[in-house]
Nanobody
Framework: QVQLVESGGGLVQAGDSLKLSCAAS????????MGWFRQAPGKEREFVAA????????YYADSVKGRFTISRDNGKNTVYLQMSSLKPEDTAVYYC?????????????????WGQGTQVTVSS
């Protein structure tokens, strides 16, 4: 089993930055990729970013490319999401998840472990 716990969410103003963390325990990441998703009220959960745990390669949704950065700390079993130039449309509950694949994947059904989520609210 893998347990994922997100932290770092909060209420910020448009243009601000925020850094989310996702700490893993249990069998942790191994060589599997990790991802961040988000879900706004009334909308489907959508892919935000992913990182290959072994190589460090990354992939982003077009909506966050250039503003968000995903990274990992192998020693701490933690993955981060640095969010900059935040917009009101970034408001959502943000979830980290562990992929059932080593390669980067972007669809929800390819992730097998999920955190409980952390709320990010961006005011205009």
């Amino acid at each position: 089993q893998v347990q994922l716990v997100e932290s770092g969410g909060g209420l910020v103003q448009a243009g601000d930055s925020l850094k989310l963390s996702c700490a893993a325990s249990g069998r942790t990441f191994g060589s599997y990729s990790m991802g961040w998703f988000r879900q706004a009220p009334g909308k489907e959960r959508e892919f935000v970013a992913a990182i290959n745990w072994r190589s460090g390669s990354t992939y982003y949704a077009d909506s966050v490319k250039g503003r968000f950065t995903i990274s990992r700390d192998n020693g701490k079993n933690t993955v981060y999401l640095q969010m900059s130039s935040l917009k009101p449309e970034d408001t959502a509950v943000y979830y980290c998840a562990r992929a059932a694949r080593i390669r980067i994947v972007t669809t929800r059904d390819e992730y097998d472990y999920w955190g409980q989520g952390t709320q990010v609210t961006v005011s205009s």
